[in-house]
């Protein structure tokens, strides 16, 4: 069932049509990653009894797991993306122990592979599910997010909320939320310890760094983030989706509380790096920050260790964005980066 070695029944997704989605539903979308599309249509088709199988967080957050959602509380815990391999088979496992089960899955376009191989070998009903997956920048390793949580635990003491992606101004500007016995921790992704190292690509599962899945897909529907200068003015959050099977397609229509747009087929590159076979190397470093987090050297040490003097580097660059309007920074960065050739 291993994704890697049976794939026949990925495709191409870079000739499917593009759409702009959201969630008419604002504290929904709100609560969401980008437009509130997955949660949206959990609800949907729970309605239609189907339940969901989504990605949640253990009682103490240092665990994901994904968990069969039949009710609406349960559906709630799948929102927001968890930046770390999710166990799969609890969930999966529950939604295969009846035949005649309906079920929504969403996961990792790898996650989503190996599960349609096991629906298809086990010969389940094609109308029983429905398959959602999404762009995958790669997952963290469990050592890495240990540190986090570490981390967390020692700025706010036993977490009761987590939301790695809290919107409070923009959505472009997402920030980690915690919330804990002790306090509470609000910080912009991209300045925290964590944040820096995964969107550095640091640490990731070893799979991820050679991952061809970006621009292939086994489910019925992709899911992702429209970035990009389209939705640049969008406070709220929009997703991008891109039906793969007539089945996805029907689904997005014909759900009431979603709105789609459709947009150019090249959009897709302006939103999404899609790549084909090696998709980042792996950073410098990797293996020695792996080592020292192994061995409890906090992310805050971590960080002093290998990243300062690079954010030095770059300090007359923050500078200049702080103080001059956003249409001259472009024409700064270009001259920036001549000079450093
Ligand atoms: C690890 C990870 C990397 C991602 N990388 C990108 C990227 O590079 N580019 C991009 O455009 N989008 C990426 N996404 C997807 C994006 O963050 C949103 O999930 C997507 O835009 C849908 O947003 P939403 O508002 O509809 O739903 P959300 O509320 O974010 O819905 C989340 C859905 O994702 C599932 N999910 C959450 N965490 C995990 C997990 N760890 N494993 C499996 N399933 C999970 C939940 O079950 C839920 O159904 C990534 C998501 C994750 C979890």
């Given at each position: ?13 870079t ?21 509130g ?8 088709l ?16 240092t ?19 968890k ?49 959602i ?26 977490i ?7 919107k409070?101004?923009d959505w ?27 969107l ?38 929009v997703s991008?989706?891109l039906p ?29 790096l ?10 410098p470093?990797n293996?020695?920050?792996?080592e020292?987090?192994?061995?409890g050297?906090?992310?805050?040490a ?29 024409f ?10």
């Open positions: 069932m291993c994704p890697v070695k049976n794939n026949d029944s990925v495709e191409d997704i000739d499917k049509d593009v759409y702009a989605l959201w969630s008419k539903t604002e504290n929904l979308r709100l609560l969401s990653t980008s437009g599309v997955a949660s949206s249509i959990s609800f949907k729970l309605m239609e009894n189907y339940a969901t199988v989504g990605a949640v967080y253990s009682r103490d957050y665990r994901v797991f994904h968990e069969y959602c039949d009710t609406i509380y349960k559906i709630f815990d799948t929102i927001g993306s930046y770390v391999q999710s166990n799969f088979s609890i969930g999966f496992k529950k939604a295969l122990s009846d035949k005649n089960n309906k079920y929504v899955i969403f996961g990792t376009p790898c996650q989503i592979i190996g599960a349609k191989n096991v629906l298809k070998k086990l010969q389940i009903d094609e109308l029983n599910y429905y398959l997956d999404f762009f995958c920048h790669g997952i963290p390793s469990y050592i890495l997010w240990k540190a986090f949580i570490d981390d967390l635990n020692s700025k706010v003491g036993r009761y909320s987590l939301n790695l992606r809290f409070d101004t472009h500007e997402f920030k980690i939320r915690a919330i804990g016995k002790n306090g509470v921790y609000l910080k912009k992704f991209s300045k925290d310890p964590f944040g820096k190292l995964y550095s690509n640091y640490c990731l599962r070893n799979t991820c760094y050679t991952c061809r899945f970006n621009k292939f897909s086994a489910a019925d529907i992709r899911i992702g983030d429209f970035w990009g200068e389209f939705y640049e003015e969008n406070k709220m959050g991008i989706v793969i099977t007539e089945k996805g397609f029907d689904l997005i229509i014909k759900s009431k509380d979603i709105e789609v747009e459709s947009v150019p087929s090249n959009y897709l590159f302006g939103s999404q899609i790549k084909e076979g090696k998709r980042f190397p792996v950073p470093n293996d020695k920050v792996l020292d987090l192994k061995k050297l906090s992310l805050k971590i960080y002093k260790i290998y990243f300062f003097k690079n954010d030095i580097k770059r300090l007359p660059l923050k500078l200049v964005k702080g103080l001059l309007p956003k249409k001259y920074i472009k700064v960065k270009k001259a920036i980066r001549w000079i450093r050739k």
